[in-house]
């Protein structure tokens, strides 16, 4: 791993990108890393573009704001539109292909397509797309743990066996749909 | 005489042995021994803090034998909200004239009244500004003369007089909510019965309660103290009528 | 001790409960607003109680009363608010009451924005209400340091019976951290204990909390007693924090809060180019360390100073009053919530070490 990892959470408000970082955020801190989460926030509660940034690092973390982070999950076109143009030469960019059918037109970046809507709907319950996203971003970075993360799912929202259910499929999913680009 | 002879009248514990600095003609003086002898009797003196306004009677800590904050000018019911709400076992009192809590303290008033704090707030009117030197109040009645209203309060362009009591009986939470007048003997007594019930209601734990006191400057008013106890009586009563507006023990009032 | 991933909102909540605060009193702000949304149901799990206000107004004056109980008593609110609560502050002061509040500041003036600013450093270093006075003002620079600095609040306050003044920007507020909390808390003060707190003048005579003195030589007095507190201060309570800073460093940043943060994102980035810049880092803005400052500058290896702030320029006149022309100084600042990026200040640096 880097010294220090940033990625991006960026998608309408209401698909989970706050939950989707702030669950990266806990296993990292539950790894022993130092982490910082830190949300867009204004006016919009609803309906427009919310974005979080998680910094992961080894040592005591400088700067919250990241001007031009290293990776980036975008789940909607408008932060693909924001956030392609903004991540660091060589980043890490996974577009969610369900509802963005452009790429960022860069050829500095790694770039990858999860349907995260479809596999989600698949799955029975459209709202996991946030889960298959980051399991996406955990296995194509190795940032945290599998088994941390699953475990840290269950205690954050352990209340709901089905619920949680479907989480961990999304997990799996999202890992898996990697390891064959991977492979 | 002999020396054993019953003492029938003195000054009350809850008062310190002070003069004032109020005018002849003042009733702040009949109030305040009016709130002494209520605390005297109920036992509460040991555990009361008053709130002292900005206004005539912002040296009312001087006169008073228990703990006393000194407010800023309109502020006494947030300060007795913040007070009793950190110790609900005292007893807590704001004394406020009529520029303190119907001019800059009205939100203050209506909002500790509607979240049923439970003080006791004293309103002395008497529909002038008294320490400043006699400007026109939200109390000032129309066609009063004062210094910043000398041809007579004018309703085209200052409104008509606040009436504080009426106006927070409206609320839907329950209080005790009341208008007495200090201007003749029979109606010293009866102001008496209606301080000490909203005091025994604070002591029993059951709601807000405000007690408006219909009041004279005859300092300011320009006329004499026997004279301000009439124009009491002709003018302000009958736009600020006397009783009892909402009372807790008797439900919806 | 467990660690918690927590906003630094809510741990701002959490610690003023560890240090012993069973009552608080808001008005709801952007981005401040998860404090009471924490405390409202926090504080009834340790019998406390959270007392929405009308208004910032309402809330500096139901300090003032809460206060003059003894206990320990807060608030949080952000810029507009604050400055509202400036009649308050005022007259705590001068009735040396210990409270603690909590500024997250947001872009001004006026309504300004929500975003982060640190735009209210005079308002809160050089006064804001009226008279002679000031307060004590701590500015964190993360979630860990806000709750230390918390609980340092209130003994700061309670030593000098003095009002407290925690400043922070949006982000403080808003990002999650991993953060500590002493296993020990608190238990609620015992009002008994304080000559000065209004708990009934039983077997006593009666106690005035107070801040008018008509008469000239006692209000002189007051102020006298003020005067000597604050120098008090000024000799014992100074902090800061130095960063990078070496005998090769050319370049000495001044910056606070998390503005200081993104300076040492800065400096580890300078580093690796081979450019050696420092980091001072005043944790207490009043009393402002101004030995340690002076001390810092005029080392022989130390060519410029460089003052950066969220602001068009604050801070900078207490550096420059400290520094008395024995460095150049020059300034960088964004404004509006527009926080400065470590690129714009690496930009900075290398035009002033082109002069």
Redesign the interface.
């Known amino acids: 791993m880097d010294k220090q990892i940033e990625v991006v959470f960026a998608g309408f408000g209401g698909q989970g990108v706050m939950t989707a970082g702030?669950l990266l955020?806990?296993t990292a801190?539950e790894e022993g890393k130092?982490?910082?989460?830190?949300?867009s926030?204004?006016?919009e509660m609803r309906g427009g573009t919310a974005n979080c940034t998680v910094v992961v690092s080894d040592d005591?973390?400088?700067?919250?704001?990241i001007?031009?982070p290293m990776s980036a999950c975008v789940f909607n076109r408008p932060s693909l539109d924001k956030f392609g143009s903004l991540l660091r030469k060589d980043g890490l960019l996974l577009i969610n292909s369900s509802l963005i059918d452009v790429k960022s037109g860069r050829d500095d970046l790694t770039e990858t397509l999860i349907p995260a809507n479809d596999i989600a709907l698949k799955l029975g319950n459209p709202k996991v797309a946030n889960m298959v996203m980051l399991a996406a971003y955990v296995a194509a970075t190795d940032i945290v743990s599998f088994d941390t993360l699953g475990g840290m799912l269950d205690k954050k929202m352990g209340k709901k066996k089905e619920l949680l259910d479907i989480n961990h499929r999304a997990f799996e999913e999202g890992r898996k749909l990697i390891e064959t680009i991977k492979a | 005489m002999s020396n054993d002879a019953n003492i029938i009248f003195e000054r009350p514990t809850a008062m310190s042995d002070r003069i004032t600095h109020y005018c002849p003609g003042c009733t702040h003086g009949v109030i305040h021994r009016l709130v002494a002898e209520s605390l005297d009797e109920l036992g509460l003196r040991e555990r009361t803090v008053g709130v002292a306004p900005v206004g005539c009677s912002v040296l009312a800590y001087n006169y008073f034998n228990c703990d006393f904050m000194e407010a800023a000018h309109g502020r006494a019911p947030a300060l007795a909200t913040g007070f009793k709400r950190t110790r609900p076992d005292m007893i807590v009192f704001t004394y406020q004239g009529d520029g303190d809590l119907a001019s800059i303290g009205m939100g203050e008033i209506v909002h500790s009244a509607n979240r049923g704090e439970k003080f006791t707030t004293i309103f002395v009117n008497n529909a002038i500004y008294g320490m400043t030197g006699g400007q026109m109040a939200p109390t000032t009645m129309p066609l009063q003369k004062t210094t910043t209203s000398p041809s007579g309060r004018n309703v085209e362009l200052t409104g008509y007089p606040i009436r504080m009591v009426e106006l927070l009986s409206t609320l839907k939470t329950p209080s005790f909510i009341a208008r007495v007048g200090v201007f003749s003997p029979m109606h010293i007594v009866q102001a008496k019965k209606i301080i000490k019930k909203a005091f025994r209601l604070q002591a029993e734990n059951k709601c807000f309660t405000m007690v408006e006191v219909l009041s004279t400057c005859p300092t300011n008013w320009g006329i004499t103290p026997i004279a301000s106890t009439k124009w009491v009586a002709s003018d302000m009563e009958p736009y600020y009528p006397l009783g009892v507006f909402k009372d807790y023990e008797e439900g919806e009032g | 001790m467990v660690k918690k991933l927590m906003k630094g909102n809510e741990a701002i909540g959490e610690a003023a409960i560890a240090a012993g605060v069973r009552n608080y009193f808001a008005y709801p702000i952007t981005p401040q607003s998860e404090v009471a949304e924490y405390l409202t149901w926090r504080l009834p799990e340790v019998g406390g109680t959270f007392v929405q206000a009308e208004s910032e107004v309402a809330v500096g004056n139901m300090l003032f009363g809460a206060a003059s109980t003894g206990k320990r008593v807060f608030t949080t609110s952000s810029s507009p608010g604050i400055s509202l609560m400036q009649e308050s502050l005022s007259y705590m002061a001068g009735a040396h009451l210990p409270v603690v509040l909590v500024n997250i500041m947001r872009g001004g003036p006026g309504l300004g924005g929500i975003l982060p600013s640190q735009a209210d450093y005079f308002q809160s270093v050089k006064g804001g209400g009226h008279g002679d006075y000031q307060l004590i003002v701590l500015a964190p620079s993360s979630v860990q340091e806000a709750v230390d600095l918390m609980i340092l609040a209130f003994e700061l306050a309670d030593k000098y019976l003095a009002p407290v003044m925690i400043i922070g920007d949006g982000m403080i507020g808003q990002m999650m951290e991993s953060v500590e909390f002493p296993e020990k808390y608190r238990d609620e003060s015992n009002p008994d204990e304080k000559d000065w707190a209004l708990t009934g003048a039983k077997d006593r005579k009666p106690r005035i909390v107070k801040s008018l003195f008509l008469n000239p030589e006692e209000l002189e007095i007051n102020s006298l007693t003020l005067d000597k507190k604050y120098r008090e201060m000024k000799k014992s309570e100074t902090r800061h924090e130095l960063y990078k800073v070496t005998g090769d460093t050319k370049i000495l940043i001044t910056a606070y809060g998390t503005m200081a943060r993104i300076c040492q994102t800065v400096i580890d980035e300078l580093e690796e180019e081979g450019i050696s810049v420092g980091l001072f880092r005043p944790i207490t803005l009043f009393p402002y360390p101004e030995k340690e400052l002076f001390a810092e500058v005029i080392k022989d290896n130390i060519e410029y100073i460089l003052d950066v702030e969220m602001s068009t320029g604050q801070m900078i006149e207490d550096v420059e009053r400290i520094v008395k022309g024995a460095r150049p100084i020059d300034f960088y600042g964004r404004t509006g919530g527009i926080v400065p990026s470590p690129n714009e200040i690496k930009d900075k640096i290398r035009e002033m070490l082109k002069k």
Do not use: E, F
């Open positions: 702030q955020a806990y801190m130092q982490v910082v989460w830190i949300p926030y204004g006016p005591r973390i400088g700067s919250p704001i001007n031009n």
